[in-house]
């Protein structure tokens, strides 16, 4: 059992927007701005999409974008294209003794 | 270009010790740490522990404490993640990652290793 808890699996179609959860507990994703996403096709490694909740490293479109409400962040994905259909972790910082964490993973499919 | 490279898939039996490497180009080695994470077939990305080469700070993920060991070689800029006996359920796809910040101050791993794949079976 992951430590954060994602959908295991969501879709849209070409254009439209979608929101991946994670939801963890006030012992990491409640307690601390460290919630990082991966985004990663079959067969490759993980490649970060945003950081620090809400940070978009360069080079990543800006049709990705992070919020975080509580214990739980959400990674939006608007305007769907086609190259976006992978799979999509994230992690959270959890303290000094756990350290950091990841998500289950959610595939998302663009129909 | 910053890059990390991976040694090659392993293939050992149960039992048998294993060092894998990963070595950093294209920016200093000692000014980032270097995160490994597991990725058992068909599974999500799991925590397993982080090293600051510059000192050899090294901190480990609860599950995984005890059960391997993560250690650099700054003068070579190459990080290791060892067993001294693999099991079955070690095999896995790894990665090492650099991450930017500090521990406990956010950032990301933002530059990934190809990974290595290690096959245990007898």
């Known amino acids: 059992q992951s430590a954060l808890t994602q959908p295991r699996s969501v879709s849209g179609s070409p254009g439209q927007s979608v929101t991946i959860s994670c939801t963890g507990t006030s012992s990491d994703v409640g307690s601390y701005n460290y919630v990082s996403w991966y985004q990663q096709h079959p067969g490759k490694a993980p490649k970060v999409m945003i950081y620090?909740?809400?940070k978009r490293p360069s080079g990543v479109p800006d049709r990705f974008s992070g919020s975080k409400s509580g214990n739980t962040a959400s990674l939006t994905i608007s305007g769907l294209q086609a190259e976006d259909e992978a799979d999509y972790y994230c992690c959270s910082y959890a303290g000094i003794y756990t350290l950091e964490v990841f998500g289950g993973g959610t595939k998302l499919t663009v129909l | 270009e910053v890059q990390l490279v991976q040694s090659g898939a392993e293939v050992k039996k149960p039992g048998e010790s294993l060092k894998i490497s990963c070595k950093g180009s294209?920016?200093?080695?000692?000014?980032?740490?270097i995160g490994w994470v597991r990725q058992m077939p068909g599974k999500g990305l799991e925590w397993m522990g982080i090293i600051y080469p510059g000192d050899s700070d090294t901190r480990y993920s609860p599950s995984f404490q005890g059960q391997v060991t993560i250690s650099a070689d700054k003068s070579i800029s190459t990080a290791y993640l060892q067993w001294s006996s693999l099991k079955a359920s070690d095999t896995a796809m790894y990665y090492c990652?650099?991450?930017?910040?500090?521990?406990?101050?956010?950032?990301?791993?933002?530059?990934w290793g190809q990974g290595t794949t290690v096959t245990v079976s007898s």
């Open positions: 294209g920016y200093t080695f000692t000014s980032y740490w």
């Open positions: 620090d909740v809400s």
């Open positions: 990652a650099r991450k930017t910040g500090r521990v406990g101050f956010g950032g990301s791993m933002d530059v």
